[in-house]
């Protein structure tokens, strides 16, 4: 009798539904937003990293028609088998500035900056330090060096101080990685503490700041700029498909960190370029980034008022610690976060149902943009009040 070798795969989707654990995507129409328009309706979109409301915005879609127009829609190649457009060039570049390093490289998407930045520069002799919170790609990044991994208790000093002095020694090199906004709960970590000890015990320290650039400190240079730790040594990573409103991913750092990385990480080396019309939007958005403050202060307003809002109105509902646009309501199991949803959106609110193994503990998330109004704030309290 011939066994089927994929017969697993239904008797494990059949565990995840029981678990409700189960996800499908949902169909969005047209622009992204502070409305969209998913499967029908008009929502207002909680639901979106899209924080300064720039995926929409005129001036991202005509750079990008622009770069198409003249480069075409592909890179074809990897940057350094094919050649790289010098739009690549002026978007490193206007990132290293923002961020006030010597030097970024831009790669395809985040996650393969972090694979790629993590695996090159650790490896089997050395130790990496990772907060247990960390994003995915961070982790995954961590695997693939071969690194031995250890993880600290979610921004808990006195658990990463403890580790640090129980295992540096046996190691090489030493690198702590960690999210400076943690995506599915909105804390920051304590950055200038970590940088400390990374001085202390002669370590690298990398930061991802996916969720942060754009939005945190003076410039929306990030949590590094929010801490006043810009001349510090360390590596950071980022996104341009959030508050930059693109696609892609960047390492920034020193001169000679990103020569390093152009000639050892796999996920640059080896991946085709970011498109013009990506490279070109992000290069659009950091220059109104740089250029138009009031929008990041206008987000800011947005937080603040929705979180005082939900404080005020919504007594009985367990609000995380954020200090961030990522506002997290907990709830008892991943049934409860599903339903909670589902009535949201019945009422005509888009804001996601968060369940392990994503996070630990079941919630909903809202992500604040600085495109939403006080009408729209107003329609998510009167909904989450009409849930029994």
Known sequence: MLIDPYSWIDKSLETIHKADWYRSVQTIQGRPGAIVQLEGRSLINFASNDYLGLAGDARLIQAAIAATKEFGTGSTGSRLLSGHRELHRQLESAIASLKNTEDALVFSSGYLANIGAIASIVGKRDLILSDQYNHSSLKNGALLSGATVIEYTHCNLADFKTKLQQNRQQYRRCLIITDSVFSMDGDLCPLPSILDLAEEFNCMLLVDEAHATGVMGKN??????????????????????????????????????????????????????????????????????????????????????????????????????????????RLPTPADAVKVGQQLKIAGIFAPAIRPPTVNSSRIRISVMATHNKGDFEQLLEALKSIK
């Open 220 to 329: 929306g240079a990030g949590v590094v700029e929010h801490f006043g730790c810009t001349q510090r040594p360390l590596i950071q990573i980022g996104t341009l498909s959030k508050a930059l409103g693109s696609l892609g991913g960047y390492v920034a750092g020193s001169a000679s960190l990103i020569d390093f990385l152009r000639n050892r990480a796999p996920s640059w080396i080896y991946t085709t370029a970011l498109s013009p019309a990506d490279t070109a939007a992000a290069l659009a958005a950091i220059n109104i980034v740089k250029q138009e403050p009031e929008r990041r202060n206008h987000l800011w307003r947005n937080i603040n008022n929705l979180k005082q809002f939900l404080i005020e109105e919504l007594p009985n509902w367990e609000l995380l610690p954020s200090e961030s646009p990522i506002l997290c309501l």
